[in-house]
T-cell receptor
Framework: KNQVEQSPQSLIILEGKNCTLQCNYTVSPFSNLRWYKQDTGRGPVSLTIMTFSENTKSNGRYTATLDADTKQSSLHITASQLSDSASYICVVSDYAGNMLTFGGGTRLMVKP | DGGITQSPKYLFRKEGQNVTLSCEQNLNHDAMYWYRQDPGQGLRLIYYSQIVNDFQKGDIAEGYSVSREKKESFPLTVTSAQKNPTAFYLC?????????????FGQGTRLTVV
């Protein structure tokens, strides 16, 4: 069964600090992995997409990495801001793109 | 603007009543999904549809029903059989299969049973 596991479940950091969120998956065959940001009471929004051949991709202060061999991805947030407080969800698509498998999310709280 | 629209944003229901949540998209996507999210929890798949007039049960379909009579619309009915319906419901559509496939989400409907 396809699975996506995220860690930690929750994280509290101080404003200005960096943090890294982890995502391990067993989806096969693999198509892409996306990191979504979900603000409280809103729908998730895509931050980055990683395909099989990509190792690193940045979107402003967000940097995603992918190791397709170990089936692991990380999302690194640099110089955190209060507005980064949200849930971050890792979503993996199978090769046919027919099914999306969601991780349970990491709830990040950035404190002043 | 292209997008996916859920309505209403907030919904209150008395116990024993059925209620229907609306989901409309103008992205021309074939695949649509309904998810349930409980406080502090991840997304759980209720139903999904890959094409008009076809839909499949997800992991927690009991107490819910859907229809897909039009490509643009995928309404979810929460029936009285759903024992704990209070939750945040998210509808999504997915772009065509391929290496860049992406799920697009509505803004959600928060359902409260009173």
């Amino acid at each position: 069964k396809n699975q996506v596991e995220q860690s930690p479940q929750s994280l509290i950091i101080l404003e200005g600090k960096n943090c890294t969120l982890q995502c391990n998956y067993t989806v096969s065959p693999f198509s892409n992995l996306r990191w979504y940001k979900q603000d409280t009471g809103r729908g998730p929004v895509s931050l980055t997409i990683m395909t099989f051949s990509e190792n690193t991709k940045s979107n402003g202060r967000y940097t995603a990495t992918l190791d397709a061999d170990t089936k692991q991805s990380s999302l690194h947030i640099t110089a955190s801001q209060l507005s980064d407080s949200a849930s971050y969800i890792c979503v993996v698509s199978d090769y046919a793109g027919n099914m999306l498998t969601f991780g349970g999310g990491t709830r990040l709280m950035v404190k002043p | 603007d292209g997008g996916i629209t859920q309505s209403p944003k907030y919904l209150f229901r008395k116990e024993g009543q059925n209620v229907t949540l609306s989901c409309e998209q103008n992205l021309n996507h074939d695949a649509m999904y309904w998810y349930r999210q409980d406080p502090g929890q991840g997304l759980r798949l209720i139903y999904y549809s890959q094409i008009v007039n076809d839909f499949q049960k997800g992991d927690i379909a009991e107490g819910y029903s859907v229809s897909r009579e039009k490509k643009e619309s995928f309404p979810l009915t929460v029936t009285s059989a759903q024992k704990n319906p209070t939750a945040f419901y998210l509808c999504a559509s997915r772009s065509p299969p391929g290496v860049n496939t992406e799920a697009f989400f509505g803004q959600g409907t928060r359902l409260t049973v009173v």
